[in-house]
T-cell receptor, first 114, second 115 residues
């Protein structure tokens, strides 16, 4: 069965500092991986996705993630945090089935301090 | 890009009444729609998967008679919370899958409060 684990339910950084949100996955088949962001009382917005093309994936708002098969990781990074980056972040893997439903990690709350 | 619209964004209802939440795909026809429930500070819990014209597939532990899902067209799925109780208060989110897209697109969510 596929699964996703996000290490750290809460991450706090200073404005301008590096953002690193960790995600490890478990999958017996080549995975499709996603990072979504959720602002309070809103739905999820796709930040970026990995679909077996380039291992370094660039997304919106300056975020990027690197797929590392040897480490079964797909960590999300941003060189310089902005106050507007404060939100909930979810890593997800697409289930290898006909439904293609997403399996989500527990989520990581990013706090950005001025 | 594809857009999913969910309505209403907030609803307050009395205990014992039913509430309907709509999820519409605006740009593409959705082959599959998903309904999630999210508790505060928690991840999304998949409730059910629905395909147009067929019965929804519910996840284990989700009462299908309480959470009625209808996917009557390729652009509309509805979730009806029947005989709502305060413990049904939550944030409900729909998402849709479209042909040729690997990612799912999400609605804005509905905050349901049962009083």
């Amino acid at each position: 069965a596929q699964s996703v684990t996000q290490l750290g339910s809460h991450v706090s950084v200073s404005e301008g500092a590096l953002v690193l949100l960790r995600c490890n996955y478990s999958s017996s088949v080549p995975p499709y991986l996603f990072w979504y962001v959720q602002y309070p009382n809103q739905g999820l917005q796709l930040l970026l996705k990995y679909t077996s093309a380039a291992t370094l994936v660039k997304g919106i708002n300056g975020f990027e993630a690197e797929f590392k098969k040897s480490e079964t990781s797909f960590h999300l990074t941003k060189p310089s945090a902005h106050m507007s980056d404060a939100a909930e972040y979810f890593c997800a893997v697409k289930e290898a089935s006909n439904t293609g439903k997403l399996i989500f990690g527990q989520g990581t709350t990013l706090q950005v301090k001025p | 890009g594809a857009v999913v619209s969910q309505h209403p964004s907030r609803v307050i209802c009395k205990s014992g009444t039913s509430v309907k939440i709509e999820c519409r795909s605006l740009d593409f026809q959705a082959t599959t729609m998903f309904w999630y429930r999210q508790f505060p500070k928690q991840s999304l819990m998949l409730m059910a998967t629905s395909n147009e014209g067929s019965k929804a597939t519910y996840e284990q532990g989700v009462e299908k008679d309480k959470f009625l899902i209808n996917h009557a067209s390729l652009t509309l799925s509805t979730l009806t919370v029947t005989s709502a109780h305060p413990e049904d208060s939550s944030f409900y989110i729909c998402s849709a899958r479209f042909p040729l897209h690997t990612e799912a697109f999400f609605g804005q969510g509905t905050r349901l409060t049962v009083v």
